[in-house]
C-alpha cells in the first residue's frame, strides 16, 4: 500500500501540487522548514553511522602496520 507524504515535523498530510509548498518540501510549511533546521543545529538530530557502508570504520583510527 503506497502512503500518501506526511510532514516529518507535525505529521500534516502534503498535498503536492501547490506551488507553496513546492519550496519547502518535504515540509508542509516554512515554519516546519525551520523547526527542523534549529533541531539539527542543536544536535537534537544526528547521523551517527557513516553514509557509505563499503568506508572502512573511522571510529577505529589510524593503525600502524608499517
Known amino acids: 500500500m ?15 501540487d501547490a506551488q507553496e509548498q513546492l519550496n519547502t ?4 510549511s516554512e515554519r516546519c522548514r525551520q ?4 533541531r539539527w543545529s ?5 547521523i551517527i ?3 557509505d ?3 572502512p ?3 577505529a583510527g589510524p593503525t600502524d602496520d608499517c
Open 2 to 16: 503506497i502512503r500518501l507524504p506526511t510532514c516529518p515535523v507535525c505529521k500534516k498530510l502534503l498535498v503536492l
Open 25 to 28: 518540501f518535504p515540509f508542509c
Open 35 to 38: 523547526i527542523d533546521f534549529f
Open 42 to 46: 542543536d544536535g537534537k538530530h544526528a
Open 49 to 51: 553511522e557513516p553514509l
Open 53 to 55: 557502508p563499503h568506508a
Open 57 to 59: 570504520d573511522q571510529a
